[in-house]
C-alpha cells in the first residue's frame, strides 16, 4: 500500500523516531552497542565523508568557514574593516549566511564598516541575520537575486538598495525596519496581493514589481494605486508581465494620472506631453471597469480552456514528490536547499489548482497511491512527521515548510488540510519563535488560500476544511485574539455568505462561529458592521427555526455572539438598531422561557446552561453601552430578580455564575439602580456570603463537577485542590464572584449612608472574606489572581489582620513563574498593596512596619532581580516587566521615607542586588522605556552602591541613560537633596524621571536653593550624607567617576592639555629670571619703570577685518562693541545674524534613541555638580579641602578640561559648570595653609579655555542689538567674569618675584597679560554695555510685562562684569585709562550715554580696591607680629554705635589672620572736589592716608554670624571686646573677656555681604570652631509688620539724596542730602522709609526663623521647581509621610548646623526696643518716577504731595528698584511710559 521508493525504510523510521538518533552523516543509526567490525566500518564512512566533502568544497561552498574569508578578503580579514562582501560567485551555493564558524556572524568579522553584500546565485531561505542588531549598521546595499527567499524581515536604518529579484516571495515584504530604503527590486517571484506593506518605505525612488502574479481587479489596482501615491520620491516603476495586464492593458494611463513623481513606467519615459495629453483626458474611477474586466476574464479563460486540462496535468502537484523529498532530506542533509525548494513548489502548486474541467485535483494530488482510508491515514501521519522530524533537525527549514503546511491546508482527503492546521496549532502553542513562524504562515499563506477558494465558492469542500482549521484556532484562548487578527481578510466572505443566506443550517455552523470570533476584536468588528449586518443579526436571532431547534441553538449562540461585538465595539448608530428593536427585551424572554422549559435543570443540561449565559452576557454589553438598557432592565423588566434566583440555587453552572454576576455589578453600578435596588438585591442574595461558598471546600466541588459534566468530554469529575485548578469555566465563576465582591469592598464616598454595602461587608468580615480570598492565590490563574488582588486593594486597611498581611507577604515567595502569563501584573498588585499597609495611618501601618515591611524589602528585592534579569522580546511583555520592577521600587522608595526600614535597604545581598538591576536594565529595556529607578530608593544614596555600577563585570556605558541617573543620584546625595520635591506647589515626597533629571541637570546651580533644601533632610538622612561624602572622597571617588567618563578621544585630548601644562610652567620661571636681570642691571630697571609710566594703548579691537578697523578714536572700539540700529526690532526669533559654530549646543536627552545612545553632557554635567556639591555645600570641611587638593593637580586637572572640551560649551551650561568649580578650586581661601597655593600654570591652562569661550562671546555680543542673550549665554559670560576675578586676585598672593615693592608688581602686571588676555576685557565692556542697554529696556518707551519679566530674569552680567573689570583694573593701570574712555563715550540706545552713576560705581570699586593694597601694607606695620598678612577683603560699611552722632563710615577688612574695623581719615584733602564731605576712596586714590583702627578681632572670637533682611545688613557677635585701636590692651583687658559684643554693619553695595560671610564661616573653621550662619528676625519683623499682607519687591539701605522745588503738580520743598543711613523699602502697594536704630538690635529668641531667606521676587514671576509638574497620583495616600512644620524643620536643621559646644552665655537680654522706626510711608502709584542723571545713583518719586530722592550707594542697587517699580507700574490701572 506504500507506493514510495522507500516504503519500508520510511515506516520503520517512523515506529522507530522515539529511540533513534540521526548521526552527523544524516543516516539513521539505532542506539545501543555496536560491534568492533562497525565501528571500523562507521570510522572508514567517516573518513569517505570528510574526503568528499572537501572534494565538494572545491568544487562549491554551501557553509562558510575561516578559510573563506581568507580567499575573500585576504589572510589580515580578521584585523581589517572590510565595506564590501561579494558571495554570488559560482562557486558559491550558500544554504545559509551562518555556517558552523558563525559565518557573517563571526565574532572576529569587522561588520562595522560593510556596506554591500552581494549573495546572489545561492541557494538562501532568508536573510533575517543582515540586521542592525547583529552589527551591519552601516549597510546600504543587499543584492539577494535568484536565491530561494520567500519571507523577509530586516531591520537596516541605512539600507538604499535591496534586490531581492529572482526569489520565491508571495506577498510583498513588510518593510518598517528599512526607513532609509529608496531602491526596492522584486522582479521575477510570485508576489500576489496587496501592496499596502510598502507605505512604511517613504523614500522609494526605483521600484520593481514586474514578472509577478497580480491579478488586481480594476478597484483593486485603484487601491495599489493609492497605496504607491504615498511615495512622493517614486520616480521609476515597473510592473509590466504581471497577471492583470492580460485582462487590462489600459492601466499604464492610469499608472502615469495617479503617480504625480513617476519619470519612467514599464522603462518608458513618460513626457511632459505624455503626462499632459493624459491629464487632460477624461477618466472614469477604476471601479467602474470591474464588470468589463471580469468579462474578459471568462473570454481568455475560454480561449485558453482547450489547452487548459493538459496543462494542468503537466503541472500538477504530487504527494509521493513532496514525501519523496522530505526523505532525501533525512538521509542526505546536503540536499536540504533543492528539496525544500521542490517541496515547496509542489504544495504551492496544490493550492493554486481548483477542480476544473475533466479531471479532479484532489484524484491527480494522490495519483498513484492506492489502499484504504487506514493506510492514507497512515501516509498522512508519516508525513505530518517527517514535517516535524524536519523541522526539528534543519532550523532553516522551518519557514517554507511552514508555508508548505499553509498550502496544504487546502487538500481534502482524509482531512489532510485538517491535520496541517492543527500542526500549525500546535506550533503557535509551543515555543515563541515557532509561534512567530506559524503565525507568519497563516498570514501570509493560509488566509490568502483560504480566501482564494472562498472567492471562488464558499461552500467548497477545500473551504469548509479550512475554515474548519480555523476555528480549531481561533478557539485556542493563548491565541485567539492574534488568529482571529489574521484571519480579519476572511471577513469579506464570511459577511457576503452571511448575509446572503436566508436559511442557515448545521452545515453552517462554523462560518458563523469563526464570524463569532474574528469580530470580537474591536478592529474587525467596526470594519465588518453595517446596518445590513445588524439587521441580518436580528433576523436570524428571531427566526423560529433556530429559535426552536434544539440542534440548531449552538448557531443561534454564535449569531447572538456577533451582535454583542457589534454593539461592544461599534457605533451609537449600530447599537440603536439593536435597542430600538427591543432586542435586550427579547432575548431575555428566550431565556425565560429556557428556564422554565428546563424546568429548574437548567443547571445539569449543558445547552440550557449556555444559552441563559450567553443572554446575560449580550444583555450585559447592551447595559453598557446604552444607559437606558440599564434602567430598563432594573426598574420595567425587573431582570435583578431572576437573576438573583439563579445565583440562590444551591448548584450554579459556573458559565451562568459568571455570567449573572457579572450583569449584577453592571446593573449596580448604575448609581440610580444601586440607590433603588442595591438593598433589596442585597437581601435576595442573603448579603451576597451564599456566592462565597463557591469559593471554599462547599461548593467548590460542585461546581468543578457542573463544568466538566456540561461543558467538557472527561469522566473525571473529581475537583483538583486549589493548586492544581485549571479548568477556566471554574476559575471563570470565580472571578465573577470575587468582583462583585469586590464591588460592595469599594467605598463609595458619594453616597452617605450606604446600607448596602455596610450590610454585606459585616456579613463578609464575619466569614473572614479576606482569608478566603488570599486562599485563591494559589489556584493558577492570572485572571482571577488579578481580581483578588484588585478586591484585596478596596477593602478598608482597617479590616487587614496580622495574618493576612504576612499571607500578602508569603505571596512574593515564589519567583518561579514570573515571565509566565500574568504573574507579573499579579505580583505588582501585592506589592502596591504592601505598600498601602506600610503607608497605612494608625496601628495598621505600625503593625506592619514592625512585623512584615523587612522581609517584605527581602522578598521584593529577590523578585525585582529575576525580574530584571528577564529578556523581553515584545513591547507588550517589557511593559509587563515594568510595571512589577516599578511597584518594587515605589514600595522601596517609600520604605526609605521610614527611618526604621532603611537598614534593610542597605545589607550585603541588597547591595550586590542593586549594580545587578542597573546592568540589566541598561542590556534589556529599550532605551525609551520607563525608568526603573531604584537609585532614587535609600539603596541608591549609598554612594558605594552606586560607585559599584561604574566598575567590574556591572560596568555601565558612558552613554546609556542608566549612567545620566546613577551621576544625577551621587550629586542630590552630595547636594544633600531630600526627597520631598516641589509638587503642584507643596513638598511631597516623590522621585524623577529621566526627563525631569536631565532637566535639573541642564540647569545652572543656585547655592541658595541648594542650602534651603537642606531643612528638609531628616537627622538620619544628614548624618548619612556626611558619612557618604567622606567615604566617598576619601576612596577617590572623584577620580574613579572622572575615569570612567573619559573614552578615547578624551584620552587624546588629555595628552594635549598636559603638553599646555608643560609650556605654561615656563612662563613664570621666564617672568622670574626676567625681574632677576632687571634686578640686577639698574638700568633696565629704568628703561621698565620708563615704560610703565608711559600711557599705553591696549588693542581692544578683535582684528578681524571689519569696516572700523581704521576708524579714528575710541568711537572704533564702540562701534566693535555694539551696533547702532536706527529702528529697534522686537522680534525675540531674530536674536542673531549668525550664531558661532562653538555656541551651539543641543539638551536632547537621546542623540540616537534606538541605540539608546545620550548626550554625553548629562553625565558631564552630573559629574561637574558632585564636584560642585563637595566644593559649595562640602559635608565636612574635609571634603572640600581634599578634593581642592586633588584638582588642582595638573594631571587631574587635564583629564577634566580633556572631558569638558569634548562637549558644546552651552549644552546643560557645561562650560559655565567647570568654570564655577574652577572658580573654588583655585580661589585662595582659608585653607590655603593646610594645602598649599595652586600653581601659576593651573591657571593658565584654564585661562585658555577661557580665552576661547571670550573670543566666541565677544563676537555673539557684537551681534546683539536689542534682543537678550540666551539665559545660557548670559550665564557663560558670568562664569567667565567670575572666573577671572577669582584669578585676577589670586594673581597677587602668588606672583612673588621680588622684594622690590616695584618689581614685583611689574610681575604682577605680567602675569595679567599673560593670563587675563585682552579678549577677556573686551568682553566685559560688553557684557556692561549689553547689560545696560537692558537695564533701560533696549530704547522702548512701553513698560511691558516683557520687560518686567526680562528684569527679572537676567542674570546680573553687568555686576559680574563689574567685579572682574575693577580687580583687573587695580593691578593693571595700562588699562585704566581705556576702558573707562569706553564707557565715557559708549552710547547705549537712543543716544543715551553710559550712566555717570555705573561710572562712579566702577570708580570707586577701584579706588577702595587700590587703597585695599595700601591698607594691606599699613596692617604690616601696624601689627608686625602678623607675618605676611594679606587683606583679603575690604567693604565699606555703616556702623552705629561708634559715635553720639549716630552712624560712622568704616572699613571691615578681613586678612588671612584677623579682622579689622578701620575709619578713614575725616580730614578732606585738598585735592577732593566739593561735595557732601563724606569721606570717599577717591581721596586715598593718590595719596592714601593711614586710617584709625577701631579694633581688631581674632576669628576665633566670632560667635554668630547673623544675616540681616535684605542684602545689605550683617551682624557678628564676638567674644570679648578685641583689641581696641584707640585705648590699647590696658583699656581691653579691663573688659570682660568672655562677653558677647553684638555689632551690626549696614553695607554699601549689594552682594559683597555673602563674600563676606563665606569668608567669615571658612577662616573661623580653621582658626576657631566655626561661626554658624543663621537669619536675623528683627529687622524683618519690622518690615513685614509695617507692610502688612502686601509683598515685599526691594529691601535697600540707601541715604535721602537732595531733592529740587518742585512746581505745578510736583511742588515740594526743596531738601537736601542726608547721609545717614536709612532702609527704604518697596511694597506692591506703598514706600515704607525707616530710621534704623542698631544699637536696639539683639540676637533674636525665636529659633525657626534663623533659617529663612527671603526671595523679593514677585511671587508670579517665580520660577517653580523642575517637579512642580509632577503628578502625584498617590499623593493622598502618603499620610506616613508628611512634612514636619516649618518651625520643627528650621529648629530641627538649626540644632544640627551649630557648631559644637553650648549655645553662648549672652547674660541677660535688655528690654527690646524696635530696630527699626517708621519714617515715612507713601501709597502706589506714584505720580512720577525719576532716575536721575547725576554722577550719584539718585532715585526720585513725587507723589501728590510729596516726593522722596533716594541716594542708592551704588548704581546697581538703583536697578533692582527699577525694575521693581516697573513691576508695578505694570500693575497699575493707568498706562506708563519711560521719556529718555
Known amino acids: 500500500s506504500f507506493p514510495t521508493r522507500r516504503s519500508s525504510d520510511l515506516l520503520l523510521a517512523v515506529l522507530l523516531l522515539a529511540s533513534s538518533s540521526i548521526d552527523m552523516f544524516g543516516e539513521l543509526a539505532l542506539t545501543g552497542g555496536n560491534s568492533a567490525v562497525d565501528l571500523q566500518k562507521q570510522e572508514k564512512e567517516k573518513q569517505q565523508w570528510e574526503?568528499?566533502?572537501?572534494?565538494?568544497?572545491?568544487?562549491?561552498?554551501?557553509?562558510?568557514?575561516?578559510?573563506?574569508?581568507?580567499?575573500?578578503?585576504?589572510?589580515?580579514?580578521?584585523?581589517?574593516?572590510?565595506?564590501?562582501?561579494?558571495?554570488?560567485?559560482?562557486?558559491?551555493?550558500?544554504?545559509?549566511?551562518?555556517?558552523?564558524?558563525?559565518?557573517?556572524?563571526?565574532?572576529?568579522?569587522?561588520?562595522?564598516?560593510?556596506?554591500?553584500?552581494?549573495?546572489?546565485?545561492?541557494?538562501?531561505?532568508?536573510?533575517?541575520?543582515?540586521?542592525?542588531s547583529n552589527g551591519f549598521d552601516s549597510l546600504v546595499t543587499i543584492i539577494a537575486r535568484k536565491n530561494l527567499i520567500a519571507r523577509l524581515s530586516l531591520s537596516l536604518p541605512r539600507l538604499l538598495e535591496l534586490n531581492l529579484s529572482y526569489n520565491e516571495l508571495r506577498v510583498v515584504p513588510s518593510l518598517t525596519g528599512l526607513p532609509s530604503l529608496e531602491v526596492l527590486i522584486l522582479s521575477h517571484n510570485q508576489l500576489s496581493g496587496s501592496v499596502d506593506s510598502l507605505k512604511s518605505a517613504m523614500r522609494i525612488k526605483r521600484l520593481d514589481l514586474a514578472y509577478n502574479n497580480f491579478d488586481w481587479t480594476p478597484s483593486q489596482m485603484a487601491h495599489a494605486l493609492d497605496t504607491l501615491s504615498h511615495l512622493r520620491s517614486l520616480a521609476i516603476l515597473r510592473i509590466y508581465h504581471n497577471k492583470f495586464i492580460a485582462c487590462f492593458k489600459e492601466y499604464q494611463i492610469f499608472v502615469v494620472r495617479k503617480l504625480k513623481s513617476l519619470i519612467k513606467l514599464d522603462d518608458m519615459n513618460i513626457t511632459i506631453q505624455m503626462r499632459l495629453d493624459i491629464d487632460a483626458t477624461h477618466l472614469n474611477a477604476l471601479d467602474v471597469y470591474d464588470d468589463a474586466f471580469r468579462k474578459r476574464q471568462i473570454e481568455l479563460a475560454r480561449r485558453q480552456g482547450a489547452n487548459s486540462d493538459t496543462t494542468r496535468l503537466a503541472t500538477i502537484a504530487k504527494l509521493t514528490t513532496i514525501m519523496d523529498s522530505l526523505e532525501d532530506i533525512l538521509e542526505d542533509p546536503s540536499l536540504l536547499a533543492d528539496r525544500i525548494a521542490i517541496i515547496r513548489e509542489h504544495a504551492a502548486k496544490r493550492a493554486d489548482l481548483r477542480d476544473q474541467g475533466r479531471f479532479n485535483v484532489e484524484e491527480e494530488f494522490w495519483g498513484g497511491i492506492t489502499g484504504s482510508d487506514t493506510d492514507k491515514d497512515i501516509i498522512i501521519l508519516t508525513l505530518v512527521e517527517l514535517i516535524v522530524t524536519v523541522m526539528e533537525r534543519h532550523d532553516t527549514a522551518r519557514s517554507p515548510l511552514v508555508d508548505t503546511l499553509g498550502y496544504l491546508s487546502c487538500v481534502v482527503t482524509r482531512d489532510l488540510g485538517k491535520k496541517c492546521l492543527d500542526l500549525l496549532r500546535r506550533m503557535m502553542l509551543s515555543s515563541e519563535h515557532c509561534r512567530e513562524e506559524a503565525a507568519y504562515g497563516l498570514r501570509t499563506i493560509v488566509v490568502p488560500t483560504a480566501l482564494a477558494f472562498g472567492n471562488q465558492d464558499i461552500n467548497s469542500q477545500s473551504t469548509r476544511i479550512m475554515l474548519d482549521g480555523?476555528?480549531?484556532?481561533?478557539?485556542?484562548?493563548?491565541?485567539?485574539?492574534?488568529?482571529?487578527?489574521?484571519?480579519?481578510?476572511?471577513?469579506?466572505?464570511?459577511?457576503?455568505?452571511?448575509?446572503?443566506?436566508?436559511?442557515?443550517?448545521?452545515?453552517d455552523a462554523q462560518f458563523a462561529k469563526l464570524l463569532a470570533y474574528i469580530t470580537s476584536l474591536e478592529l474587525n468588528a467596526q470594519s465588518a458592521a453595517s446596518s445590513d449586518l445588524a439587521n441580518r443579526c436580528l433576523f436570524q436571532l428571531e427566526s423560529k427555526t433556530l429559535v426552536d431547534n434544539a440542534r440548531l441553538r449552538f448557531l443561534w449562540l454564535d449569531i447572538l455572539k456577533i451582535s454583542e461585538n457589534l454593539v461592544r465595539h461599534c457605533s451609537e448608530e449600530i447599537v440603536d438598531i439593536f435597542y430600538t428593536n427591543a432586542t435586550h427585551a427579547k432575548v431575555i424572554v428566550r431565556a425565560r422561557a429556557v428556564l422554565t422549559s428546563s424546568r429548574g435543570r437548567h443547571n445539569e443540561l449543558a445547552s440550557e446552561a449556555r444559552t441563559i449565559a450567553c443572554i446575560l452576557d449580550f444583555v450585559a454589553t447592551m447595559m453598557q453601552r446604552k444607559n437606558e438598557v440599564i434602567i430598563e432592565c432594573a426598574e420595567t423588566i425587573g431582570l435583578h430578580v431572576p437573576v438573583c434566583g439563579l445565583l440562590r440555587t444551591h448548584i450554579v453552572d459556573p458559565m451562568i455564575l459568571t455570567s449573572a454576576t457579572h450583569i449584577l455589578t453592571v446593573m449596580l453600578a448604575e448609581p440610580s439602580v444601586y440607590a433603588s435596588q442595591a438593598v433589596k438585591i442585597v437581601e435576595d442574595l442573603r448579603k451576597v456570603t451564599p456566592l462565597l461558598q463557591f469559593l471554599g471546600p462547599k461548593k467548590y466541588p460542585d461546581l468543578y463537577r457542573l463544568a466538566i459534566q456540561n461543558h467538557s468530554n472527561s469522566d473525571d469529575t473529581d475537583a483538583p485542590p486549589f493548586t492544581e485548578l485549571e479548568n477556566e469555566l471554574v476559575t471563570g465563576a470565580m472571578v465573577g464572584i470575587v468582583t462583585l465582591v469586590g464591588f460592595f469592598a469599594a467605598e463609595d464616598e458619594s453616597i452617605p449612608d450606604d446600607t448596602a454595602r455596610t450590610l454585606v461587608n459585616e456579613a463578609m468580615n464575619a466569614l473572614g472574606r479576606e482569608t478566603i480570598l488570599l486562599s485563591l492565590l494559589v489556584i493558577p490563574s492570572d485572571d482571577l489572581k488579578l481580581v483578588v488582588m484588585r478586591t484585596l486593594s478596596k477593602v478598608p486597611l482597617s479590616q487587614i489582620e496580622p495574618d493576612e498581611m504576612g499571607a500578602f507577604v508569603k505571596c512574593l515567595s515564589d519567583i518561579t513563574n514570573i515571565g509566565e502569563g500574568r504573574t507579573e501584573e499579579m505580583l505588582a498588585l501585592v506589592v502596591k498593596q504592601l505598600e498601602r499597609l506600610l503607608l497605612a495611618p494608625g496601628e495598621t501601618g505600625q503593625s506592619f512596619q514592625i512585623g512584615f515591611a523587612e522581609r517584605g524589602v527581602a522578598e521584593g528585592m529577590d523578585i525585582l532581580?529575576?525580574?530584571?534579569?528577564?529578556?523581553?522580546?515584545?513591547?507588550?511583555?517589557?511593559?509587563?516587566?515594568?510595571?512589577?520592577?516599578?511597584?518594587?521600587?515605589?514600595?522601596?522608595?517609600?520604605?526609605?521615607g521610614i527611618p526604621s526600614l532603611r537598614g534593610s535597604l542597605r545589607n550585603l545581598t541588597v547591595n550586590q542586588i542593586f549594580p545587578r538591576v542597573m546592568k540589566y536594565e541598561e542590556e534589556l529595556h529599550t532605551p525609551l522605556a520607563s525608568d526603573v529607578t531604584l537609585e532614587q530608593t535609600w539603596l541608591g544614596r549609598s554612594l558605594e552602591n552606586l560607585l559599584q555600577c561604574l566598575q567590574g563585570d556591572r560596568l555601565l556605558a558612558r552613554d546609556r541613560k542608566v549612567t545620566i541617573r546613577i551621576f544625577a543620584r551621587m550629586a542630590n546625595v552630595l547636594e544633600g537633596r531630600s526627597d520631598y520635591i516641589l509638587v503642584q506647589g507643596s513638598r511631597k515626597r516623590a522621585m524623577q524621571s529621566l526627563a525631569e533629571l536631565a532637566a535639573e541637570e541642564a540647569k545652572m546651580w543656585d547655592v541658595r536653593s541648594i542650602r534651603q533644601g537642606h531643612v528638609y533632610l531628616d537627622n538620619q538622612e544628614w548624618d548619612d550624607r556626611a558619612q557618604q561624602a567622606a567615604a566617598f572622597v576619601s576612596a577617590g571617588g572623584p577620580l574613579r567617576l572622572l575615569e570612567f567618563l573619559l573614552d578615547l578621544p578624551a584620552r587624546d585630548r588629555e595628552v594635549y592639555q598636559l603638553?599646555?601644562?608643560?609650556?605654561?610652567?615656563?612662563?613664570?620661571?621666564a617672568i622670574a629670571t626676567e625681574i632677576e636681570a632687571m634686578t640686577t642691571e639698574a638700568g633696565a630697571v629704568a628703561s621698565k619703570e620708563k615704560e610703565r609710566d608711559e600711557a599705553l594703548e591696549v588693542d581692544m579691537q578683535?582684528?578681524?577685518?571689519?569696516?572700523?578697523?581704521?576708524?579714528?578714536?575710541?568711537?572704533?572700539?564702540?562701534?566693535?562693541?555694539?551696533?547702532?540700529?536706527?529702528?529697534?526690532?522686537?522680534?525675540?526669533?531674530?536674536?542673531?545674524?549668525?550664531?558661532?559654530?562653538?555656541?551651539?549646543?543641543?539638551?536632547?536627552?537621546?542623540?540616537?534613541?534606538?541605540?539608546?545612545?545620550?548626550?554625553?553632557?548629562?553625565?558631564?554635567?552630573?559629574?561637574?555638580?558632585?564636584?560642585?556639591?563637595l566644593l559649595a555645600v562640602p559635608p565636612t570641611p574635609s571634603c572640600k579641602r581634599d578634593l581642592v587638593k586633588e584638582l588642582r593637580q595638573p594631571e587631574i586637572l587635564a583629564k577634566i578640561l580633556a572631558l569638558v572640551t569634548g562637549v558644546p560649551s552651552l549644552?546643560?551650561?557645561?562650560?559655565?559648570?567647570?568654570?564655577?568649580?574652577?572658580?573654588?578650586?583655585?580661589?585662595?581661601?582659608?585653607?590655603?595653609?593646610?594645602?598649599?597655593?595652586?600653581?601659576?600654570?593651573?591657571?593658565?591652562?584654564?585661562?585658555?579655555?577661557?580665552?576661547?569661550?571670550?573670543?566666541?562671546?565677544?563676537?555673539?555680543?557684537?551681534?546683539?542689538?536689542?534682543?537678550?542673550?540666551?539665559?545660557?549665554?548670559?550665564?557663560?559670560?558670568?562664569?567667565?567674569?567670575?572666573?577671572?576675578?577669582?584669578?585676577?586676585?589670586?594673581?597677587?598672593?602668588?606672583?612673588?618675584?621680588?622684594?622690590s615693592p616695584d618689581l614685583n608688581q611689574y610681575g604682577i602686571e605680567r602675569c595679567y597679560d599673560y593670563l587675563i588676555p585682552a579678549v577677556s576685557i573686551r568682553v566685559f565692556v560688553a557684557m556692561v554695555l549689553y547689560d545696560l542697554q537692558m537695564d533701560v529696556g533696549a530704547g522702548s518707551a512701553a513698560i511691558t510685562d516683557h520687560f518686567v519679566l526680562q528684569g527679572y530674569s537676567r542674570n546680573h552680567m553687568k555686576d559680574r562684569a563689574l567685579i572682574a573689570l575693577s580687580k583687573i583694573l587695580v593691578r593693571c593701570r595700562k588699562y585704566r585709562y581705556d576702558v573707562l574712555e569706553v564707557f565715557s563715550v559708549g552710547e547705549v540706545?537712543?543716544?543715551?550715554?553710559?550712566?555717570?552713576?555705573?561710572?562712579?560705581?566702577?570708580?570707586?570699586?577701584?579706588?577702595?580696591?587700590?587703597?585695599?593694597?595700601?591698607?594691606?601694607?599699613?596692617?604690616?606695620?601696624?601689627?608686625?607680629?602678623?607675618?605676611?598678612?594679606?587683606?583679603?577683603?575690604?567693604?565699606?560699611?555703616?556702623?552705629?554705635?561708634?559715635?553720639?552722632?549716630?552712624?560712622?563710615?568704616?572699613?571691615?577688612?578681613?586678612?588671612d589672620k584677623k579682622v579689622y574695623l578701620l575709619e578713614p581719615s575725616k580730614a578732606l584733602p585738598p585735592y577732593a572736589g566739593e561735595g557732601s564731605g563724606v569721606w570717599e576712596p577717591s581721596w586715598e586714590a593718590l595719596f592714601p592716608r593711614p586710617p584709625t583702627v577701631i579694633w581688631e578681632r581674632e576669628y576665633s572670637d566670632l560667635v554668630q554670624i547673623w544675616r540681616g533682611y535684605g542684602t545689605q545688613v550683617l551682624a557678628l557677635e564676638w567674644k570679648g571686646a578685641g583689641k581696641r585701636g584707640d585705648d590699647g590692651n590696658a583699656q581691653a583687658a579691663n573688659k570682660n573677656p568672655n562677653k558677647i559684643y553684638p555689632e551690626v554693619y549696614l553695607f554699601h553695595q549689594e552682594g559683597v555681604r555673602e563674600d563676606i560671610i563665606s569668608n567669615l564661616q571658612s577662616y573661623s573653621a580653621v582658626r576657631g570652631t566655626g561661626a554658624q550662619t543663621v537669619s536675623d528676625s528683627a529687622f524683618r519683623n519690622e518690615v513685614l509688620s509695617a507692610a502688612g499682607?502686601?509683598?515685599?519687591?526691594?529691601?535697600?539701605?540707601?541715604?535721602?539724596?537732595?531733592?529740587?522745588?518742585?512746581?505745578?503738580?510736583?511742588?515740594?520743598?526743596?531738601?537736601?542730602?542726608?547721609?545717614?543711613?536709612?532702609?527704604?523699602?518697596?511694597?506692591?502697594?506703598?514706600?515704607?522709609?525707616?530710621?534704623?536704630?542698631?544699637?536696639?538690635?539683639?540676637?533674636?529668641?525665636?529659633?525657626?526663623?534663623?533659617?529663612?531667606?527671603?526671595?523679593?521676587?514677585?511671587?508670579?514671576?517665580?520660577?517653580?521647581?523642575?517637579?512642580?509638574?509632577?503628578?502625584?497620583?498617590?499623593?493622598?495616600?502618603?499620610?506616613?509621610?508628611?512634612?514636619p512644620s516649618d518651625e520643627e524643620l528650621a529648629q530641627r536643621h538649626a540644632e544640627r548646623i551649630k557648631p559644637p559646644g553650648d549655645e553662648p552665655d549672652r547674660g541677660p537680654r535688655l528690654p527690646a526696643k524696635p530696630v527699626l522706626q517708621l519714617f515715612g510711608k507713601e501709597a502706589l502709584p506714584p505720580q512720577e518716577v525719576h532716575f536721575e542723571t547725576r554722577n550719584e545713583a539718585d532715585l526720585t518719586v513725587h507723589f501728590q504731595s510729596k516726593g522722596h530722592c533716594i541716594r542708592f550707594y551704588t548704581d546697581s542697587s538703583r536697578e533692582i528698584w527699577r525694575r521693581a517699580f516697573a513691576y508695578i507700574l505694570t500693575k497699575s490701572s493707568s498706562a506708563w511710559e519711560r521719556k529718555f
Not at 1119 to 1130: M, T, Y
Not at 1133 to 1162: M, Q, T
Not at 1392 to 1409: A, D, H, K, T
Request: hydrophobic content about 45%.
Open 51 to 132: 574526503e568528499d566533502q572537501y572534494f565538494m568544497r572545491s568544487v562549491c561552498i554551501s557553509a562558510l568557514t575561516e578559510q573563506d574569508f581568507v580567499n575573500l578578503l585576504g589572510a589580515e580579514w580578521k584585523t581589517s574593516r572590510p565595506t564590501k562582501i561579494d558571495l554570488s560567485g559560482e562557486r558559491y551555493q550558500l544554504d545559509s549566511l551562518e555556517g558552523p564558524a558563525g559565518g557573517l556572524l563571526h565574532e572576529k568579522l569587522h561588520r562595522s564598516r560593510i556596506t554591500l553584500i552581494d549573495v546572489s546565485n545561492n541557494n538562501l531561505l532568508d536573510l533575517s541575520i543582515l540586521n542592525k
Open 470 to 507: 480555523l476555528v480549531a484556532l481561533v478557539q485556542e484562548k493563548q491565541i485567539s485574539d492574534e488568529v482571529c487578527e489574521i484571519t480579519a481578510d476572511l471577513c469579506p466572505i464570511l459577511l457576503e455568505w452571511f448575509l446572503a443566506t436566508e436559511s442557515l443550517g448545521e452545515d
Open 865 to 896: 532581580i529575576a525580574n530584571a534579569k528577564r529578556a523581553t522580546a515584545r513591547e507588550s511583555d517589557e511593559q509587563e516587566k515594568l510595571g512589577l520592577s516599578l511597584a518594587i521600587v515605589n514600595f522601596c522608595f517609600s520604605c526609605t
Open 1059 to 1069: 603638553e599646555q601644562f608643560v609650556k605654561a610652567a615656563e612662563f613664570p620661571e
Open 1102 to 1173: 578683535e582684528g578681524d577685518g571689519n569696516e572700523y578697523e581704521k576708524s579714528a578714536g575710541r568711537d572704533a572700539l564702540m562701534i566693535a562693541l555694539q551696533r547702532d540700529e536706527d529702528n529697534v526690532d522686537d522680534d525675540n526669533s531674530a536674536l542673531f545674524a549668525h550664531r558661532p559654530d562653538s555656541l551651539a549646543w543641543d539638551e536632547k536627552i537621546f542623540h540616537d534613541p534606538e541605540k539608546g545612545e545620550v548626550n554625553p553632557a548629562y553625565p558631564i554635567a552630573g559629574y561637574l555638580r558632585i564636584l560642585h556639591a
Open 1211 to 1299: 549644552g546643560c551650561n557645561v562650560g559655565a559648570k567647570f568654570l564655577r568649580v574652577m572658580t573654588h578650586v583655585f580661589t585662595i581661601g582659608a585653607e590655603h595653609e593646610e594645602i598649599g597655593f595652586p600653581k601659576l600654570e593651573a591657571y593658565s591652562v584654564v585661562a585658555l579655555y577661557v580665552q576661547q569661550l571670550a573670543e566666541s562671546m565677544l563676537y555673539l555680543l557684537k551681534l546683539t542689538k536689542d534682543q537678550r542673550l540666551d539665559p545660557k549665554e548670559e550665564v557663560l559670560s558670568i562664569e567667565v567674569a567670575r572666573f577671572v576675578s577669582a584669578t585676577a586676585l589670586a594673581v597677587p598672593w602668588l606672583a612673588r618675584f621680588s622684594e
Open 1389 to 1455: 540706545f537712543l543716544a543715551q550715554n553710559v550712566r555717570p552713576s555705573f561710572l562712579g560705581e566702577l570708580l570707586e570699586n577701584v579706588n577702595i580696591g587700590t587703597f585695599m593694597i595700601y591698607i594691606e601694607s599699613f596692617l604690616l606695620e601696624y601689627d608686625a607680629a602678623a607675618t605676611q598678612q594679606r587683606v583679603v577683603t575690604m567693604e565699606i560699611v555703616e556702623v552705629g554705635g561708634l559715635s553720639q552722632s549716630g552712624f560712622v563710615l568704616c572699613l571691615l577688612a578681613l586678612t
Open 1589 to 1683: 499682607q502686601d509683598a515685599v519687591l526691594a529691601v535697600t539701605v540707601a541715604a535721602m539724596g537732595p531733592l529740587a522745588a518742585g512746581t505745578g503738580l510736583f511742588a515740594a520743598a526743596a531738601t537736601k542730602a542726608d547721609p545717614t543711613p536709612r532702609l527704604f523699602v518697596l511694597t506692591t502697594t506703598s514706600l515704607l522709609v525707616f530710621d534704623i536704630k542698631t544699637e536696639f538690635w539683639q540676637p533674636p529668641e525665636d529659633k525657626e526663623s534663623r533659617l529663612v531667606e527671603d526671595d523679593h521676587t514677585p511671587a508670579d514671576l517665580q520660577k517653580s521647581d523642575a517637579a512642580a509638574e509632577l503628578a502625584d497620583e498617590g499623593a493622598d495616600e502618603e499620610t506616613a509621610f508628611q512634612l
